[in-house]
């Protein structure tokens, strides 16, 4: 229908408000183009029963057929509500609050509200103000201190007949002086209220006159919103609510029939609850108070709130969930020798999920090679579609027929290929790195492939990972992926102006001892660099024999200058540059790596400032180029040189052993005085803590410190040529306090900031005196994760595992949650050209974004280099 | 005890109340209503003694570490 319109003859109007109103019976036998009377569904020759819940009337589910009231087919007739008449009228569950609220604060005479007239008036004036002022919120506040005002009185100020209290047995049944007040009744009240009085508690009379609550005439939904399915045996299954609807008809007729014939008032009054029970359901049949309706199976029936509601109703479900085709999910695996923009699909995916091509007249040939393989041979094509839009499927059969046909015009939907386009994207998608846009390389065996220096966006390892692929289906989607997602696009974070993507694990260990102290001969370094594809060995000079940095100078192009420092600098007072002991003081010279090592402050991610200068100065594709020779480099060192740790890795001296154990003995007697200190009395307290606090405190202290200690000692006299010291030095992996607890001492175990008091009375465990305050019974664990850890201890480091362990499952979906609420609060939000800040209103949140203007991905860790800019201008 | 102005507070940041041709400059400015401008409560403390009225645009001129002076409008409301 729309496209019959031109689009100059659009009417563009805003939706200013919606008003939400409760249906009248007028307004429901107005809109309805059926009336139904029977429960019957269909004739003895399977057509639809007229009057009957399937009635053509009410729209069209069977191809073919025409609707009977708008004449259109299935697909375009949007269905037409029915109604019934009800035999009695019925409380609609959704508005039993309401309801009940109204009978309590009106007089069940004169249906007046139980105020006299100079105070109805004095909240009349108080609610206009306050919907001028405040809008329906501070209106909803007044008319609830109204009602309760109203509610309790005894006597109408009106027409001084006596009340009685009003209660209500759930779900639907209201009592007055524990006698049922019967919903014609109630109606009647209801229909009472003058629409002034109804105004004032806060129902609009032309939206929502609350007689209206109480149900007369029950609209029956369109078949088209519970379509009935025709089973392969050739039997019909009915929608839930058609058979909800089945029921209340039935009932509806039968209580028709009792009440003509003069049936006795309890049987009228039991079909009257049955119809209740019925109606009720059908809106709501998750109450906590009725049996839900079933089916004979005995599963519950789904109807109107179920439908909409919870995660696996229509909103959450159908139109916030949305599903995707030409999209592929597997899991993940590492691949070094992929460059970091490519995804490595294997085969069967390929297959599967295709890129159309239009066929010109001079890529004819080319795309009849496809259509030639068909779906089956690789690389083939499975669809083939006609210029009018009529899509072909390709089978064994149909080839020959399909290669005549192909000519200009159509379009192939061939397999993937290398270097087609995809997004590649991780759950949680929490920022804009979670999706972003790799070159497809077609790979054997079943894995998603991804170079693991892209981990780190994704957030994604190894252990069973899953990860999604799409294939973007238009050159428009191509072309805007390829340029604003593709992985080199998105090297720099635009939170802290730094590399994302850097080097990891491997890479870093194996660049960190090839640059600190690697010899090769000439012909192992042509070996080395030949590996990871670097054939140019003009670099290397004539020399015979050639040190790391020189291999890795190879790498690094020739006009480029950068200094910077390792994690090995101590910050001396004076620096010793070139000379520094550490070898901490990077410095390239005209693309030679002249001092320093390569470590994870220069290569790895989330700081790589000379990553971060080479994607500044060479720009995005060398960078990437750059990274993944660097990240392969890393690796092959590691394959040639072999990289593996050991127990004798946490061999320590004898010497440092003794000092260690000294150190431990001190703090024990440090902490034994304290306790000394604390039983004389002598110990002084801090300043709001009782005695007993600063005692804990002052021995967390102690304690705390003989780890740290315990950790210097070790690694000033570890074997510096162990690969344990390599990674922790490098970065790559593991931090001094694992080694240190491997080797030294694994310290005091805390439970929430405090030593282990939990336990047996006055002690943690049965194997201590009651009241000692030593380290050992405690939670201090003196032992090594090497040397193994005594029962006690075990059990100290147990809890406290098990306390971590409990946390951290516990906070990951609290903060989870709070994260996804920031992001949605913020996810309009742009800069505009004028440097302000926007939402989608176009109001502004900020006038200068971030106060100072900076994009942050443009700059340096977010400060701006000014005397870059300087130089660059000269 | 005696009550401080807390507009001398260092934390709080320099309000001043705008002129009209003033207000229609910067509302000229970034090419906005007055409903597109941040809002502050006519009876905020910082301004109550500017003896603001709804409508009125105030002009906040606040430190920042990175830019050393951020200037911020909002405009008056009442509650």
């Known amino acids: 229908m729309t496209e019959d319109i031109a689009p100059e003859n659009y009417v563009y109007k805003q939706v200013r408000s919606i008003q939400f109103n409760i249906l009248s019976p007028k ?5 309805a183009s059926a009336k139904i009377v029977t429960p019957e569904l269909y004739d003895k020759e399977g057509y639809p029963v007229d009057g009957g819940l399937m009635d053509v009337r009410l729209g069209v589910i069977d191809p073919g057929l025409k609707c009977k009231t708008c004449g259109s087919k299935l697909k375009e007739c949007v269905g037409h509500f029915g109604y019934i008449s009800l035999a009695r009228p019925i409380i609609h569950v959704n508005f039993v609050k309401t309801i009940l609220d109204l009978l309590r604060c009106t007089c069940r005479e004169c249906s007046r509200i139980l105020l006299p007239q100079d105070a109805l008036d004095r909240y009349n004036e108080e609610i206009q103000f306050s919907v001028r002022e405040t809008g329906s919120e501070g209106s909803r506040k007044k008319i609830k201190e109204l009602v309760k005002k109203a509610r309790g009185q005894g006597k109408c100020p009106h027409c001084k007949s006596g009340q009685y ?33 109804a105004s004032l508690l806060g129902l609009n009379p032309e939206a929502a006159r609350p007689e209206w609550m109480v149900l007369t005439v029950l609209p029956i939904p369109p078949v088209t919103m519970r379509p009935s399915i025709t089973l392969e045996t050739g039997e019909r299954s009915e929608d839930d609510l058609t058979h909800k609807l089945g029921d209340i008809v039935r009932i509806n007729q039968r209580l028709f029939e009792n009440i003509n014939a003069g049936a006795p008032e309890i049987i009228i009054e039991d079909l009257w609850d049955l119809l209740q029970y019925h109606i009720t359901t059908f809106f709501d049949n998750s109450l906590a108070q009725l049996p839900p309706a079933r089916h004979r199976s005995g599963e519950p029936l789904k109807t109107l709130t179920e439908r909409i509601k919870s995660k696996e109703g229509r909103i959450r479900h159908n139109l916030t969930g949305k599903r995707t085709n030409f999209s592929a999910r597997t899991v993940i695996s590492p691949d070094p020798m992929l460059k970091i923009n490519e995804v490595g699909v294997p085969s069967v995916i390929a297959e599967k999920l295709t890129v159309p091509e239009r066929v010109t007249g001079w890529n004819i040939e080319y795309l009849k090679g496809f259509v030639k393989n068909g779906p089956k041979k690789y690389p083939g094509a499975n669809y083939i579609i006609r210029p009018d839009g009529k899509k072909k499927k390709l089978t064994e059969e149909t ?24 997004i590649f994207n991780r759950q949680p998608s929490l920022h804009r790195v979670s999706m972003m846009c790799h070159r497809i390389v077609v790979l054997p065996y079943k894995t998603l492939r991804l170079n693991p220096a892209v981990c780190h966006p994704y957030n994604a390892d190894f252990d069973g990972d899953e990860m999604n692929l799409h294939i973007p289906q238009t050159e428009e989607a191509r072309t805007e992926a390829e340029m604003l997602m593709m992985v080199q696009t998105q090297l720099t974070s635009p939170r802290y102006g730094l590399s994302i993507i850097g080097c990891t694990q491997d890479a870093i260990s194996g660049n960190y001892l090839l640059t600190k102290d690697m010899i090769f001969s000439r012909s192992e370094a042509g070996d080395l660099l030949t590996s990871i594809g670097v054939m140019d060995f003009s670099k290397l000079g004539n020399k015979e024999t050639l040190t790391g940095k020189e291999i890795f100078s190879v790498l690094l192009p020739d006009d480029f200058n950068f200094v910077g420092r390792s994690r090995a600098c101590r910050k001396c007072e004076t620096c010793l540059k070139e000379k520094c002991k550490n070898d901490a003081y990077v410095l390239i010279r005209k693309g030679r790596l002249i001092s320093g090592v390569m470590d994870k402050a220069n290569l790895g991610e989330g700081q790589g400032l000379m990553l971060r200068n080479l994607h500044k100065k060479y720009g995005e594709d060398f960078a990437v180029d750059m990274l993944g020779r660097l990240f392969k480099l890393g690796v092959e060192v590691l394959m040639k040189r072999g ?12 010497e440092a052993r ?35 606090e600063t005692l804990e ?38 931090s001094s306090i694992n080694q240190a607890q491997m080797t030294g001492c694994v310290g005091q175990q805390a439970l929430r900031g405090k030593r282990i008091e939990k336990g047996y009375s006055k002690r943690t465990l049965s194997c201590f005196i009651k009241g000692n305050l030593n380290p050992e019974a405690h939670g201090f664990i003196r032992s090594t994760f090497k040397g193994g850890l005594k029962p006690h201890e075990f059990f100290f480091q147990s809890m406290v595992g098990r306390d971590s362990l409990m946390d951290t499952a516990l906070r990951t979906p609290k903060s989870g949650y709070l994260y996804r609420r920031l992001a949605n609060s913020l996810q309009d939000l742009k800069v505009e050209y004028d440097g302000t800040v926007r939402d989608a209103g176009r109001r502004i949140i900020q006038f200068k974004y971030g106060e100072d203007g900076v994009d942050v991905s443009k700059s340096e860790g977010g400060a701006v280099n000014v005397e870059r800019i300087i130089a660059n201008k000269s | 005890m005696k009550k401080s102005d807390i507009t001398q507070h260092v934390l709080v940041p320099n309000h001043t109340k705008l002129s009209e041709q003033k207000k229609a400059d910067v509302l000229k400015k970034y090419n906005i209503s007055v409903y597109q401008l941040p809002q502050i409560l006519k009876s905020d403390p910082a301004i109550a003694r500017l003896n603001p009225k709804p409508g009125d645009v105030i002009k906040i001129v606040r430190k920042s570490q990175t830019a050393g002076k951020h200037v911020f409008y909002r405009v008056v409301v009442s509650a």
């Open chain 1, 27 to 31: 307004m429901i036998k107005k809109m």
């Open chain 1, 165 to 197: 209290k009003v209660n209500i047995e759930k779900p639907t049944t209201f009592l007055e002086n524990e006698k049922r007040i019967s919903p014609i009744e109630i109606r009647t009240r209801l229909e009472k209220i003058t629409d002034e009085d």
């Open chain 1, 399 to 422: 080839i020959e027929q399909s290669l005549e046909e192909l000519q200009p015009g159509y379009i192939v939907e061939r397999h993937l290929m290398d270097g087609d386009i995809a």
């Open chain 1, 643 to 654: 990289f593996t740790i050991s127990i004798s890795d946490l061999d320590i001296t004898e």
């Open chain 1, 658 to 692: 003794l000092e260690v154990e000294q150190l431990i003995a001190d703090a024990e007697g440090r902490v034994n005085e304290l306790i000394d200190e604390y039983r004389k009395g002598e110990l002084e307290a801090l300043p709001g803590r009782s005695l007993r």
């Open chain 1, 697 to 734: 405190v002052r021995i967390m202290e102690v304690l705390n410190r003989t780890r740290g200690d315990a950790g210097k000692v070790i690694s000033k006299h570890t074997d510096k040529a162990t690969n344990l010291t390599v990674m922790i030095q490098s970065g790559a992996r593991g």
